[in-house]
């Protein structure tokens, strides 16, 4: 008799700051029936986005560069958990080559701006809406795309626009830009794991 399971994947989300977008991605897949938040993976020790994992009591993993930039990249660990995908919110290091090729075209990553405008190395955070406010831009948005080496350079996956205001500072952009990727990204990140999807015939 034949069976199809779906099997279960794994996310890891790796990120630096605040995690408001971790927040709204592990309440997104807190009871979906083939994709779980496994894992929360951050370069800095005092980083808010590891007290929200602490809260939704998931596991942490606490890297070094050392070991990220010239060594395995964590690599091994992240397989033995058996990770599948990477969710990369607001993670502020380049990924490197060796991971991107144990994880190809299973990392993913969002910017605050419409690439490939505004990105790339030292583009992050209010540096990215200062300098969109400050070239007189009508419109930014988000982009979330596959990560390769270059920083904010793979292939998009898609962008959601917004007006920029005249009266917009970078504070209330980086609001609006906020709200875009709350609501965008978690649903995006469903739908490139279910394009992927695998089943199992037993
Ligand atoms: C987001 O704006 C994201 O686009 C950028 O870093 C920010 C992270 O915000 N790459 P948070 O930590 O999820 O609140």
Redesign the pocket.
């Known amino acids: 008799m034949m069976h199809t399971t779906t099997i279960q994947k794994k996310i890891a989300v790796f990120?630096s700051?605040?995690?408001?977008?971790?927040e709204k991605i592990i309440i997104y897949f807190a009871s979906h029936p083939s994709i779980s938040i496994s894992l929360i993976v951050s370069n800095k020790a005092n980083a808010g986005?590891l007290k929200i994992a602490a809260t939704y009591s998931i596991n942490t993993l606490l890297i070094e560069k050392e070991k990220f930039f010239t060594q395995n990249a964590y690599t091994d660990e992240l397989k033995n958990l058996g990770i599948d995908f990477i969710v990369l919110?607001?993670f502020l290091w380049r990924i490197p080559k060796k991971l991107i090729e144990a994880y190809s075209n299973k990392i993913i990553n969002?910017?605050?701006a419409l690439l490939p405008k505004y990105g790339g190395k030292g583009m992050?955070?209010h540096y990215v809406h200062e300098a969109v406010i400050d070239a007189k831009e009508k419109e930014s948005g988000?982009t979330i795309h596959y990560v390769d080496e270059q920083y904010d350079h793979g292939n998009i996956i898609t962008q959601i626009k917004c007006s920029v205001a005249e009266n917009d500072t970078p504070d209330s952009l980086a609001e609006k830009?906020?709200q875009l990727?709350h609501q965008f990204f978690p649903s995006t990140i469903e739908k490139c794991l279910m394009e992927q999807k695998d089943s199992l015939t037993l």
Not at 17 to 22: D, K, P, Q, R, Y
Request: hydrophobic share 35%; no cysteine.
């Open positions: 990120a700051g605040a995690g408001s977008n971790t986005v919110a607001g969002i910017h605050p992050y955070g988000i830009i906020h990727e």
